[in-house]
């Protein structure tokens, strides 16, 4: 078991341009999260599908930011026009059917807006 | 406002000695979950809890529902215990939302 894997690791993107980040959760989970982290704000929620299916967007900036779980086996999340306050550590979790159960974190994609 | 707040932001500890961290929730927590992230910063899940209490090692931890707390126990603190201790509570099926984290340092 691989555990969540997040790719890529670190990525610097200019301002303005588009950011897509990578993740695959560990097998047989159906539930995946996805947080992003700073030192102002801490831990912040995102997004969060189960089978596939979006469940709560309610942390997601409503411009710019999308995500979608295409099938079981991995998820993505999309920054259009990047921001210098885009950067930040993102993190994607994976549990077996949702967050009543046992989170399980990826190493995160460092993103660095310039 | 807050809703996970987590108590103390900052602890120092000598090797061997134990100490308690807490958070309250201003939420109808149903679970609760402590992570331990390390200095190059990957989260590791260190308890999963309905109210009650678990013991993994030398981590204690319980979860008082009614109260609206969960604490976490470290006894004989040891170098490898250093890094941010998060708590995370769930409510109705909803993610988890997180704490500030108390970053812990132990020393020799």
Redesign the interface.
């Known amino acids: 078991n691989a555990g969540v894997i997040q790719t890529p690791r670190h990525k610097v993107t200019g301002k303005g341009q588009e950011a897509t980040l990578w993740c695959e959760p560990i097998s047989g989970h159906s539930a995946v999260?996805w947080?992003r982290q700073t030192i102002v704000q801490?831990?912040e929620?995102l997004t969060?599908f189960r089978n596939q299916a979006p469940i709560?967007d309610s942390?997601m900036p409503k411009e710019r930011f999308s995500a979608q779980m295409p099938n079981q086996s991995h998820s993505t999340l999309k920054i259009q026009s990047t921001q210098p306050q885009d950067s930040a550590?993102y993190?994607c979790?994976s549990s077996l059917a949702?967050?009543?159960?046992?989170?399980?974190?990826g190493?995160?994609t460092r993103l660095s807006v310039l | 406002g807050d809703k996970v707040k987590q108590s103390p932001s900052a602890l120092s500890l000598q090797e061997g000695t134990n100490s308690a961290l807490r958070c309250n929730f201003s939420i109808a927590a149903t679970t609760v979950q402590w992570f331990l992230q390390n200095p190059r910063g990957s989260l590791m899940n260190l308890f999963y809890l309905v109210p009650g209490t678990k013991e993994n090692g030398r981590l204690k931890s319980a979860f008082d529902s009614k109260e609206s707390y969960s604490t976490l126990h470290i006894r004989d603190a040891q170098l490898e215990d250093s890094g941010t201790y998060f708590c995370a509570a769930e409510g109705g099926g909803r993610a988890l939302i997180f704490g500030t984290g108390t970053t812990v340092s132990v020393s020799p």
Do not use: E, M, R
Request: proline residues 0%; negative net charge.
């Open positions: 999260f947080y801490g831990l929620f969060y709560d942390g550590v993190l979790a949702g967050s009543q159960n046992t989170l399980y974190f190493a995160g």
